[in-house]
């Protein structure tokens, strides 16, 4: 059995006035089982208590592995991450919502998926529980995490699939699932999950980050996920590692959980994908040079013809309707 060392882990925790939660995100990064992490919490100028809050939380922990940075303007996600890679050299790097939550083996599961030894991604990321503003779980999936093509209405759920209550402590507790997914190209019907779900290899982060903040305030897990997978790949784990906190002041999920495919946030995604598409395209083309060098000229331009052709499908027809029709159809 060959024996190596591990690599360190960057994190950073983004927080804009989640005064309410970033203690538990701050805790939930501290008890990660694998140890040798550096964690930056960028605080994005927030008006409410959070400054308090983390200083206060960073104070009673004592850890040397955390630091702290007060934005004194709002930046935006994509600004306050910058500011928090910068602290940063470690060759691999995540990103934790401030309000919500890793569970302790979410470094150690993706780490372990960025290291098999099938193939090297620039990115993996997770399945994700849903819980409420008072840590109670809502749902046990995402839905539209890795479904297969064929969508079946009807069809028997797996015993594994639902959790083990345990009533007398007011828990469900999941089975682990070893399941990982390969994804070598992307396509416009590929979905992942949000920023808290995901681990990234530092130089590919750096190599696309856009060069502005406020082109992309929000929803850089989008663009990151959607460039990584464009030109290297990523893989999905299909266990749960983290929970994702509706608590009904989120900045997309601003619906409500009906359950099933309904939507959670009433943001007009259309727009949003032709945003990001286009800031993809753009990077693509002003980097050439150096994407090439790196991937290059064929993938470089098998992914600009790709995110031209998602541009186009996108315009023709709502986003989410054509992916909804893919994935219920039967």
Request: glycine letters at 6%; hydrophobic letters at 40%.
């Given at each position: ?135 109670e779980l809502l749902a046990g999936t995402a839905w539209w995490f890795e479904l297969p093509p064929k969508h079946e209405q009807h069809r028997p759920i797996e015993p594994d699939a639902a959790p083990l ?74 266990e749960a590692l983290y929970a994702y906190r509706m608590h009904g002041k989120n900045k997309h999920s601003d619906g409500v959980m009906l359950g099933g495919a309904s939507q959670t946030s009433r943001k007009n995604w259309a727009p949003i994908t032709q945003q990001v598409f286009g800031l993809i395209l753009d990077v ?47």
């Amino acid at each position: 059995m060959g024996i190596a060392k591990l690599p360190r882990v960057g994190v950073v925790i983004a927080n804009h006035n989640n005064e309410s939660y970033v203690a538990a995100a701050i805790a939930s990064a501290a008890r990660q089982t694998v140890r040798n992490i550096d964690v930056v919490v960028v605080d994005d100028a927030s008006i409410d208590g959070s400054d308090k809050v983390i200083r206060d939380t960073l104070e009673k922990m004592s850890d040397s592995r955390f630091r702290y940075i007060r934005l004194e303007k709002n930046c935006g996600q994509t600004g306050a991450i910058r500011r928090g890679i910068a602290e940063l050299r470690t060759p691999f790097v995540c990103f934790l919502d401030s309000d919500d939550v890793w569970y302790e083996n979410f470094v150690e599961r993706h780490l372990a998926a960025h290291l098999n030894a099938d193939f090297p991604v620039a990115f993996t990321y997770c399945d994700s529980h849903f819980i409420n503003g008072d840590g109670e779980l809502l749902a046990g999936t995402a839905w539209w995490f890795e479904l297969p093509p064929k969508h079946e209405q009807h069809r028997p759920i797996e015993p594994d699939a639902a959790p083990l209550i345990e009533a007398a402590a007011g828990l469900a507790r999941f089975p682990q699932n070893p399941a990982m997914t390969l994804h070598g190209h992307w396509t416009p019907t590929w979905s992942s999950n949000s920023t808290a779900a995901m681990m990234f290899r530092r130089d590919i982060v750096e190599l696309v980050l856009p060069d502005g903040d406020e082109e992309l305030r929000l929803y850089l897990d989008f663009y990151l996920s959607t460039f990584c997978v464009l030109i290297v790949g990523g893989i999905a784990i299909h266990e749960a590692l983290y929970a994702y906190r509706m608590h009904g002041k989120n900045k997309h999920s601003d619906g409500v959980m009906l359950g099933g495919a309904s939507q959670t946030s009433r943001k007009n995604w259309a727009p949003i994908t032709q945003q990001v598409f286009g800031l993809i395209l753009d990077v693509l083309n002003k980097r050439r040079e150096t994407l090439i060098e790196s991937i290059g000229s064929m993938r470089h331009q098998q992914a600009v013809n790709t995110v031209h052709f998602a541009m186009r499908q996108s315009r023709r027809a709502p986003w989410l309707q054509r992916l909804l029709a893919l994935l219920n159809k039967g």
